[in-house]
């Protein structure tokens, strides 16, 4: 599992200038999706994403590949939040 704190938040916001103020609670969904593939060492040039729920600042996440082809995104509760699928 990983924990996406409000500073890496900030960091990756200001890196896209991204000023919405939604974000000051929310994790950013691309950068969730960056960090799965990143953190599964996965290199999809083309992928789907379908968000469930959104994500919290400092919650817990665990990435889990369920086939060559889709990854689960979930919470400490196993709780889904988001699904990446290749195509």
Not at 41 to 46: C, D, E, P
Not at 57 to 85: A, G, H, R, Y
């Amino acid at each position: 599992m990983i924990q996406i704190t409000t500073e890496q938040v900030n960091e990756y916001l200001g890196l896209i200038n991204d000023q919405n103020p939604v974000h000051e609670n929310i994790v950013p969904g691309q950068l969730i999706v960056q960090l799965a593939l990143t953190n599964k060492k996965l290199t999809w040039v083309a992928y789907k994403v379908k968000y469930v729920a959104s994500v919290e600042m400092n919650e817990s996440l665990n990435f889990e590949l369920v086939t060559d082809e889709k990854m689960v995104i979930s919470n400490q509760s196993d709780d889904v939040k988001l699904f990446i699928v290749k195509i």
